[in-house]
């Protein structure tokens, strides 16, 4: 079993849709856990960190469930410029090494 | 200053070229990456500097050595690279807690 498992998709969604994206992580004392958003041949942007309680920025709301050891990311009101790759990331905390999932690519369409 | 800057955004080099990548910040982050991500994968960790000491090798081929001058800089020295190893090299930085803020990259061409 991979460390983080991500649907690769693509997603094609229309414009004004609400996606949802999921992670599994596999490593149960993982401690840290962020969505992050790559454009083609850009860095990768951080998003959102991720808290049991779940946070909410704009359209964007992230959910964290440590007892199913999954992540995620809801987008409502889908835009255009949403069209990216997002990364599901996990980590033991501190500055060890984080784990990267495969991305998810989104296209949203007009 | 809320950025992590990298230069040079591209470099072309032959397999027997001695280059450096240089990557800064000032947001007093005390962790410091270097990673190299191909087309359609995700970013790989390669270095990882905490408190300007090496932390992490992720068993990466000496051709590739990096330096940490100070906690706002970082310098990845290249020698002798091959083809393969073309790609886009990140830098990030991170505060705390594994957030990490990645500069725009190098995008690396070995001929």
């Known amino acids: 079993r991979k460390e983080v498992e991500q649907d690769p998709g693509p997603f094609n969604v229309p414009e004004g849709a609400t996606v949802a994206f999921n992670c599994t992580y596999s490593?149960?004392?993982?401690?840290?856990f962020f969505w992050y958003r790559q454009d083609c041949r850009k860095e990768p942007k951080l998003l959102m960190s991720?808290?049991?309680s779940g946070n909410e920025d704009g359209r964007f709301t992230a959910q964290l469930n440590r007892a199913s050891q999954y992540i995620s990311l809801l987008i409502r009101d889908s835009k255009l410029s949403d069209s990216a790759t997002y990364l599901c990331?996990?980590?033991?905390?501190?500055?060890?090494?984080?784990?990267f999932g495969i991305g998810t690519k989104l296209q949203v369409i007009p | 200053d809320t950025e992590v800057t990298q230069t040079p955004k591209h470099l072309v080099m032959g397999m027997t070229n001695k280059k450096s990548l240089k990557c800064e910040q000032h947001?007093?982050?005390?962790?410091m990456y270097w990673y190299k991500q191909k087309a359609k994968k995700p970013p790989e960790l390669m270095f990882v500097?905490?408190?300007?000491?090496?932390?992490i090798n992720e068993s990466v081929p000496s051709r590739f050595s990096p330096e940490c001058p100070n906690s706002s800089l970082l310098n990845l020295h290249l020698h002798a690279l091959q083809p393969e190893d073309s790609a886009l090299y990140l830098c990030?930085?991170?505060?705390?807690?594994?957030?990490?803020?990645f500069g725009p990259g190098t995008r690396l061409t070995v001929l």
């Open positions: 990030a930085s991170s505060p705390q807690n594994n957030e990490q803020f």
């Open positions: 500097y905490s408190y300007e000491k090496l932390s």
């Open positions: 947001m007093g982050h005390r962790a």
């Open positions: 990331v996990v980590g033991p905390g501190g500055y060890q090494k984080v784990t």
């Open positions: 991720v808290y049991s």
């Open positions: 490593n149960s004392a993982s401690q840290s």
